[in-house]
């Protein structure tokens, strides 16, 4: 079982390039999120699926574009790279919360460190 | 909105305890309770629910006041390996597990 697989854990771009964070679930968990974490700010919820075909905004989508055609994969993606967007994402996957059957946590893959020049 | 984490930073020689609180100006669903440490993926380490009883994990308990929108995370006898960063999650219905709003962290350093 290997959980959250997120691709690539690096990467350093150019401002105005674009670029796909991978982020890939075997666990058949309904929900899928995207967060950034930056220094002092917690974790933020930039997109978020319910199932496949079901994707909506969190507290900061703008510059990112997500999609959700399997369960298993949820892309993100970067459209103009922006220094701004510098951050470490995170994608986490949960199953629905239902008493007595899951504890509704989050799984989060390793990370994605991005840095935008 | 994120919830409201204090304190900040704490730090603790090993076998004290501490108390780590969350606080949100909205009413809430449930309150979830991650460890992160540096460099590493958030790991969950419990979840309460409106109308839930206390929770716990190994030395570590939390408790949700619901008429205050309150958790507290108490840590006792605290570990070497208690370091890390915790952070609160609030979900303001049921099943809406997969957007949780994050307060920004506690940073608790254990010392020998």
């Known amino acids: 079982n290997a959980g959250v697989t997120q691709t690539p854990k690096f990467q350093v771009l150019k401002t105005g390039q674009s670029m796909t964070l991978q982020c890939a679930q075997d666990m058949n968990h309904e929900y899928m999120s995207w967060y950034r974490q930056d220094p002092g700010m917690g974790l933020r919820l930039i997109h978020y699926s319910v199932g496949a075909g079901i994707t909506d905004q969190g507290e900061v989508p703008n510059g990112y574009n997500v999609s959700r055609s399997t369960t298993e994969d949820f892309p993100l993606r970067l459209l103009s790279a922006a220094p701004s967007q510098t951050s470490v994402y995170f994608c986490?996957?949960?199953?629905?919360?239902?008493?007595?059957?899951?504890?509704?946590?989050?799984?989060f893959g390793e990370g994605s460190r991005l840095t935008v020049l | 909105q994120q919830p409201v984490q204090s304190p900040q930073a704490v730090i603790l020689r090993e076998g004290e305890d501490a108390v780590i609180n969350c606080s949100s100006s909205?009413?809430?669903?449930?309150v979830h309770w991650y460890r992160q440490k540096h460099g590493e993926a958030p790991v969950f380490l419990m979840i309460?629910?409106?109308?839930?009883e206390q929770k716990g994990h190994e030395k570590i308990s939390a408790s949700f006041n619901e008429k205050k929108q309150q958790s507290s995370l108490y840590l006792t006898a605290s570990q070497l390996s208690y370091s890390g960063t915790y952070f609160c999650?609030?979900?303001?219905?049921?099943?809406?597990?997969?957007?949780?709003?994050f307060g920004k962290g506690t940073l608790l350093t254990v010392n020998p």
């Open positions: 909205k009413a809430l669903y449930s």
């Open positions: 999650g609030t979900e303001r219905s049921g099943g809406s597990n997969y957007k949780l709003t």
């Open positions: 986490a996957s949960s199953y629905a919360y239902r008493p007595g059957v899951g504890t509704g946590e989050l799984f």
């Open positions: 309460l629910l409106k109308g839930g």
